[in-house]
């Protein structure tokens, strides 16, 4: 049986990955989501092992120290964890795995899966990401200043990417994903010159 392929999708706070993500199985079901570990508080709108498995500090810990972690990094004074074993198992059953994590844990996943494709996803403009995180509502304005602040030091990690995806146009992004999966995503690679101008403007002051 062919072996699956694992796709890691990062981005900044606020860029849309998760709402990406969501078209983007819905549109190739035969992708499998690996649902991470999180210390973080569940919010109202999410459901224990739909988003996340939610767990404490200890029991993430103790997960960690059996190396159960393909990946594992504080994020925002939360952790967060992808199951060595959920990917393994789909890779070998022949499907293809998505993993939304944060820069941090794609270079812990490139390091132990070197064949992953990698992808990061941008805003088309630093005010759109501030407009973004304040309409998200589930924020203070303090943690929203910090979020900014840190999405600027996130981004500047995209050329360690295979590609970059600008969530301007939102069916433009999930087209752009869909074509990246498909093996058709040679123009959106993260040295491409055209995306030079955003990120001068979207890494000023960093």
Not at 12 to 21: C, E, F, I
Not at 45 to 64: I, N, P, S
Not at 70 to 89: C, I, K, M, Q, W
């Amino acid at each position: 049986m062919k072996r699956g392929r694992l796709y890691v999708i990062s981005a900044p706070s606020g860029a849309g990955k998760t709402s990406l993500v969501k078209a983007l199985l819905a549109a190739e079901p035969s992708l499998r989501l690996s649902i991470s570990h999180t210390t973080r508080k569940i919010r109202p709108t999410e459901l224990e092992g739909r988003e996340y498995y939610f767990v404490t500090k200890q029991e993430f810990d103790e997960l960690a120290k059996r190396d159960e972690f393909l990946e594992h990094a504080r994020v925002f004074d939360n952790h967060y964890g992808t199951s060595r074993a959920f990917v393994e198992s789909q890779l070998s059953q022949g499907h293809d795995v998505l993993l939304e994590i944060d820069w941090q844990g794609a270079q812990q996943v490139r390091r132990a899966m070197p064949d992953c494709v990698s992808i990061f996803v941008l805003p088309p403009a630093r005010a759109t990401l501030a407009e973004r995180l304040t309409r998200r509502a589930t924020d203070t304005d303090e943690v929203i200043r910090r979020r900014l602040k840190d999405a600027v030091g996130d981004m500047s990690h995209y050329r360690e990417f295979d590609y970059v995806v600008v969530n301007d146009d939102f069916a433009e992004a999930v087209a752009d994903l869909k074509r990246i999966i498909a093996g058709e995503g040679g123009d959106l690679r993260s040295d491409r010159a055209q995306l030079k101008p955003l990120l001068a403007e979207l890494l000023a002051g960093a």
